[in-house]
């Protein structure tokens, strides 16, 4: 099967999705990796190590900053001439993107969010989760290429073979009068990325719920709400540097201001599989555990024994999280010589 993959990066360095996905495309034949941009040779070198037979590389100026527009042309009019069957792409912002734009250009459909795939003869059927996660569909494409995006860390990451090769082979961008324009970048924060995170540590309205806190004189009844919150925030925060782990949050913390929505974990938010999961004072709302169901393993801290998401947890904690978040991470950290 010729199988393309779509190399997701920013300035030249690849999302860990995109190397996953290379490694899917391995199990299914010979791999060509599409590298789109500027002044990224590197990247090319890193698509070969991490399996790629191929690498169609797209080197130019106007390719510096993702553009939708160009980034979809020059991937639409390099298929339609050279007809791979499959292309492949990590469930990014960007990876969605593009597959559905691609998919409108070749008139064909897309499968998004991928958690597994089976090849019989040239048709791939892939399983991907619906309705918040409660139901697993099983599904084909019947046109040409088939497009799919495939769920972060739902697939192993390929180890990487220094020095290993393959065949580059330029190609040109396509060059037209796109109407948008990359003016600049802002960071919003640092920290560990919640999608590529392997453990992740969230927190979400019980992290407000100290009543030993008394919050400075001056405050009303909302802002002093916050201001607990974000003193339980810190402590889902210190457990979460103590184990190297990305923070994340439901709707109810993000929604009453206690940190800001790109922590969001769940249907609303970002969609997560790490292999560790601590959730701590969240209930295990349908819409929550939509974005966390395909953690490997699930903890949760909650004071509460018939909240549901012990019913998804490996390990639950019975208990107040102001006490065991805080004795977690003393631990964690003597454990971890920290
Ligand atoms: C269309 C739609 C989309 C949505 N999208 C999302 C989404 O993407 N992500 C999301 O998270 N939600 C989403 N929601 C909201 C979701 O339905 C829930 O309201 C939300 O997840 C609840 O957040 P929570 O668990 O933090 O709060 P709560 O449900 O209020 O739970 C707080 C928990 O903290 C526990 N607790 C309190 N004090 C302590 C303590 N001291 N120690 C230990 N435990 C304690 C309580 O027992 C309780 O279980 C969505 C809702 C809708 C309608």
Redesign the pocket.
Known sequence: MNTWVYIDHFKGNALPASWETIGVGKTLGNVTALVFGSGIEALAKAAFEYGADEVLLADDASLVDYRAEAYATTLSKLSAERTPDLLLFPTTTRGRELAGMVAIDLRTGVMVDVTSLEATGGKITVTRPIYAGKLLTKETCSSRPQIITLRGRAFPKPAQQAGKSGTLTKVAAAIGDFPTKVEGYTTSESGVSLTDASVIVS????????PALTPPAGLDEKQAEIWRAQQGFALVIDLASALGAAVG???????AGYVPYTH??????KVVSPDVYI??????????L??MRTSKVIVA????PE?P?FKLARYGVV????Q?VPALTVAFKKKMGK
């Open positions: 927190g979400g309205r019980g992290v407000s719920n100290n949050a439901s709707r109810a913390a993000v929604d969001q974990v769940g249907q609303t938010g959730a701590c004072g969240i209930s295990g709302a349908i819409q929550h939509a974005g801290i909650n004071k509460d909240a998401i208990g107040d999280l102001f065991i």
